[in-house]
């Protein structure tokens, strides 16, 4: 498992690239967990396969996405599973798998 919080920030865009792909190596040789609590917007270039990162959450910086992308031999499955407080203070579920945390304040 690799668990990440805030990570994504720290990269450019090359180095977050690397660090996906890193995992998909990884996971050719033996199933990966991705657990994160990162910026939506950084998540979104991550190319996770979740619909909910297609729309206005992909610009929602100011809170944190909680999730997890499982990969196995070149195929993985991601979900959300929250949106959070950058500290991680509060938690809010989401409500369906395709949640686009709309209902949350702004920023």
């Known amino acids: 498992m690799v668990s990440t919080a805030s990570l994504l920030s720290y ?3 090359g180095a977050r690239t690397a660090f ?3 995992l998909d190596e990884l996971a050719q040789r033996r199933p990966v967990a ?5 910026a939506p917007g ?8 979740v619909s909910a990162l297609q729309g206005p959450l992909a610009g929602r910086n100011g ?7 499982l990969r196995d031999a070149g195929r993985h499955d991601d979900s959300l599973v929250a ?3 950058p500290y991680l ?13 709309q ?3 702004a920023d």
């Open 11 to 13: 990269l450019n865009a």
């Open 20 to 22: 996906l792909g890193r």
């Open 34 to 38: 991705w657990v994160f609590a990162e």
């Open 42 to 49: 950084l998540v979104a270039t991550t190319g996770l396969s």
């Open 63 to 69: 809170l944190y996405l909680v999730g997890a992308s």
């Open 83 to 85: 949106m959070a407080d």
């Open 89 to 101: 203070r509060w938690l809010a579920p989401a409500r369906t798998p395709a949640d686009d945390f």
């Open 103 to 105: 209902w949350l304040p």
